[in-house]
């Protein structure tokens, strides 16, 4: 229970103090924003789930190379 009170506290509230404290006179527009961000996720919870090792050892290589050498 904790655990999805924090996640679902960060989801939503982390959005609403970074709105807050960096857009004090559009707060609400600027959290709006953040929030409907997050519906571009929702596909993933109708998709099916997989793993291909390919992609996934491409992502790992890219993500550890240091940007100097790209």
Same mark, same amino acid.
């Given at each position: 229970?904790l655990? $999805?009170?924090?996640h @679902?506290?960060?989801h939503f509230?982390?959005?609403? /103090?970074v709105?807050?404290?960096? @857009?004090k006179d559009n707060? #609400?527009?600027a959290y709006a924003?953040?929030i409907?961000g997050?519906l571009?996720d929702?596909?993933?919870?109708? $998709?099916?789930p997989?793993? /291909?090792?390919l992609i /996934?050892?491409? $992502?790992?290589f890219?993500? $550890?190379?240091p940007?100097?050498? #790209?």
């Open positions: 229970m655990q $999805s009170t924090v @679902y506290g960060i509230g982390l959005p609403l /103090v709105a807050i404290v960096f @857009y707060w #609400l527009k924003i953040m409907l997050m571009i929702l596909d993933h919870l109708l $998709s099916k997989h793993f /291909v090792i /996934v050892a491409v $992502s790992i890219i993500h $550890s190379t940007t100097t050498l #790209l």
